[in-house]
């Protein structure tokens, strides 16, 4: 028996990069925050502190800001492709490199004038080894509301259920969602990811939700059906529960209009949605 | 030489309300975190452990959700003003109330269906008395962001000094602005704050920056011509650093390209813009 | 009628500062965030983009660290004296100055070895102008309970309350304090405050409660009364509700022993404690 | 081709629960934060709307507190195993359950007194299914630091390092780490955490570290030597930079006595250490 080293990682998180093109008048603005994890024969760095295979997590940073600034950002997959790709064909410890990014969104106010457009964010998740690349893009804090169209019935009833059955009730969640393309060869990242959200968005608004789970298959399986260039889609959306407010001490009816929104506990759905023929993942979820 | 009660004062903080109109198929949202401090003849409940003046801080939560049912919610500072009012003329013991209520926005996705807006607030703080009330409106996390047209010069150097002169910068801030009515009698709240929210921006998009007080100066200014019905506004404008990220190790210019935006530290400016013959400012500001 | 500037000031907040002492192997350390706001004739700045009198917020910053290294942290009122002290004197367009300082504690480990406190800081706010200077220490986010001793009877019934009298509830409570020396001399601030914390968690520990708005009293009567330095205190209390869980449709009794512990909403309580012949704040709370 | 529901689980996160041990005098408190998650024969709720299969995620928190009630707490592992047993065995549709608990904790200050400890947190997570159990015990947000004994030198240079090697540094790090026990099978889970936790902090009290993966795999490969009942650890470990102050420009040395700590970016260490004859992992990770 002995003790041994097994999975490990490491690399710079939340690189934060404003990139401005200032191509004339009219300026385009990017705000990202880009994290890296590596891998490879890095061993040693833990057993024996030799730091020979180990490019510095500041150097990974640098990277970032170097690579906005000779070859720009365009869209996230893009730019994460780019950096993952080079940190395993340049570095021959590093076997494999993922490389995240979160992108924050501006809304355009004037030449070059933005307002902040708010917490959802659009994501992106490239990783590369000495054979191939996978892409994953998604979308996260994209909160959404419908004030009815859902119901709540039929469930399990046991000794600990006191929860009533609910015919109409207010359904609200902060959808993350990340989906895997079928492959990683050039593409229209940024026209790809306003359809796939635009569907999420629509299939939310659209569906008669009998529960979040059946809501959350909804989301799924419009996207994929929707977007055949995308394998898979992994859905995570807290029920940010919507409790109508008992007014009957004060002599008050309450027909859904009065209610609190809690913050914890929340219900949290999580589900997959698949092609039966898709690829195989590989890192892709790494 | 005694030791004494000083100012004191108590309440609900951070009641979460969502309110639907439900009137047809097209319903109405508003989604907002009230807070409600009282203050009056309570010392004894300091002192003496004697409660017989306090009014429990959860009969005003019930208080916000039974005048929401009641009378519904309407613009923030009508919903404000009937609260507060209520505390001070119904509990003998309640010399000033104050409500303070920040509206979290939702775009409309359908008929029944909403994307929450992120993080910008609108806020509105009430303040009654026997003798009156008086009304501030404002708004919370507006994300701003200039590409260009700030520079910052001609500052004073000391031994301390080692910024650089900047002739062209980001200029990027969180406006908290909150904006004192001359009166509180009835108006249209909402167009009232639709039109400051709208010079507050338009200022901040037009104003060419020698500084970020020259910038939050302006947007006083411009607001205060702009809307006769207010007379006085406070602004805090964070200074969100965007810092040039230095290429030249890499063979690199950055011509205002490549930014890092930093958490912390973070310049702060501070600011009052009043009208010379506003009226006093009574308890707006308690 | 005129639009003019009113009150106004600017500075650097949040530069995190940590200070290592290593004499010899055993090492002291002061993990501080420093705050700093100035005012005095910035209005040029504000009115005509006239930057001479503005002493930047990085020069500010450079400053911090500058004397934290030229002459070390020491107690952070003394820390505070010391910069605030170096604005006002050294800068002709400065006639206030405030240093705000948060610090966070570290629990020794070994000679050269820490382990962060947790959630609880000690503060200190030092506002200088030429005639003097006024000291407030204080202690943030130190979060008390007792699972008895506890009451809330008595209180004012109106239509709106459904609250239960409790004649024995937990009391918990995340205690901001903030206190007023007498004056700004040399003191040992690091005794004082400790001092101080020990008396507001003991009166917290000793005090049979009939209300938070007894406990609040009862703390600051027994910091001043143990504190002959201290001229006034302002605690803020929120009201950490625990609230009983209904256990009986499970068929259980709770005897007050399984609570559900809330975010939103929670109770404020804030108010003062004095010296009737407490020397005038001045700027203190400036 | 088909479009297919794939792993998908739902429950109750962050059920907050308190519980009081009130036998005499001296009381004993328990605050954990409990999230259930389930999974089974759960399509139809998804496909169909179909709840007949659905417990509700109300439900599994009236559980949560009904068993604090008639069970008590104890240590959390004892306390998780209960309820995930619970939700497998008596729900004919739910074939895996995983109940993760936060313990965050208290120090006593008296008979019925507590201070809250900080953000330090003790975690269980235990997955049931019909088989078997798989119990994992950890600690979350551990912040620790060496003001000396660190060094990062040796490590690989490329077009975009510039790091420069380092001596003597600052390390400091916010430990996550969560441990398998080799069985679940009943055990002195308190005595086992209290063990493992002191190894893990002196393990990074005495390593002279030439990374933080080498600290990391130092405190991993001595949890395991010291806790025969442990068959692996995953531990990550934020690097919490502290980068020294150029004070060179104020015409002062910096003898690592003076930092910044930062905030983004940083390096993030994830690594597993695991005896080789380790039992397989299950659904431990699940």
Redesign the interface.
């Known amino acids: ?22 191509d004339g008048a009219r ?1 385009e ?1 990017r ?1 990202l ?1 880009v ?1 890296v ?1 590596l891998a490879g024969d ?1 061993a040693a ?15 990974q ?3 970032v ?2 690579f ?3 070859y720009g950002v365009g869209a996230i997959e893009d730019f994460a492709l780019r950096l993952a790709r080079h940190f395993v064909d ?2 021959p ?1 590093i076997h494999q490199a993922r490389v995240s990014i979160v992108e924050h969104g ?1 809304q355009r ?2 030449p ?9 964010t659009r994501t992106a998740t490239v990783t590369c080894d000495a054979d191939g690349a996978w892409v994953v893009s998604g979308v996260a804090d ?8 859902s119901e ?12 009533p059955e609910a015919k109409d009730r ?1 359904l609200a969640t902060a959808v993350s969602a990340r989906w895997r393309h079928a492959a990683a060869s050039s593409s229209d990242w940024d026209e790809s990811f306003r359809g796939a959200r635009e569907l999420l ?1 629509a299939s ?2 659209d569906t008669y ?3 979040l ?2 809501t ?2 909804a989301m ?2 419009r996207l ?2 929707g977007r055949p260039e995308l394998a ?1 889609v992994r859905l995570a959306m ?2 940010r529960h ?1 409790l109508l ?1 008992d ?1 009957a ?2 002599g ?26 898709a690829p195989p993942p590989g890192l892709a979820w790494w």
């Not at 760095?45 to 150097?59: C, I, M, R």
């Not at 709540?152 to 929860?163: I, M, P, Q, R």
């Open positions: 028996m002995a003790i041994v080293l097994g999975d490990n990682r490491y690399g710079k998180a939340e690189t934060r990069l404003v990139r401005v093109v200032r300026h603005l705000d925050t994290s994890a890095l760095s833990h057993t024996d502190g030799d730091n020979s295979g180990v490019l510095p997590t500041d150097t940073k640098n990277t800001y170097a906005a600034g000779r340049t570095q410890s501006w106010l004037g070059h004038s933005f307002q902040h457009s708010g917490a959802e994209l909160v959404l509301l419908n004030s009815t169209g709540f019935v039929g469930f399990v009833k046991d000794e600990y259920t006191t929860l207010i968005v939310f608004v939700s009998r529960s789970q059946q959350l298959y799924g399986h994929l059906e898979e807290p029920n919507h407010v007014l001490p004060f008050l009816a309450n027909p859904n209009e009065v209610f609190v929104a809690t913050d914890r506990p929340y219900g949290l759905i999580e589900g997959t949605v698949v092609r039966d023929d």
